[in-house]
């Protein structure tokens, strides 16, 4: 993806082929000081976080304009709130954006 260089225009293109058109209505973004991350996954890295600092760097200025461009639809979250406060985002915006759908279903 953007961390490989690949452009956004690119990246879209390719996740609606892929979906045949399908986009969420919400995207939760966590931002977070890439040291720290890189400090809670220590142990557990996968491929991706293994590839370094400067792979991530471009990852997350991805995230940020996919954000920027999106606005309506992201949200991004910073990841440096405790556990509870992450849940209560979110949670808060999955009510606010499904409400009148949640009680058409039940």
């Known amino acids: ?3 490989r260089g690949l452009e956004l225009e690119i990246i879209n293109r390719l996740n609606l082929f892929a979906t045949k058109g399908l986009l969420p209505k ?3 973004i966590f931002d977070i000081d890439l040291e720290e991350s890189l ?3 220590a142990k ?6 293994s590839i370094g600092l400067d792979y991530l760097k471009k990852v997350k200025i991805g995230f940020q304009k996919i954000a920027k461009i999106n606005n309506k639809r992201c949200i991004t979250i910073n990841g440096m ?3 509870t406060k992450i849940e209560d985002i979110i949670w808060n915006d999955f009510l606010d954006t499904f409400k009148g759908e949640l009680w058409s279903i039940v």
């Open 81 to 83: 709130q405790t556990k």
């Open 39 to 41: 400090l809670r996954v």
């Open 1 to 3: 993806g953007y961390g």
């Open 44 to 49: 557990q890295k996968d491929r991706m976080e």
């Open 26 to 28: 919400k995207t939760f």
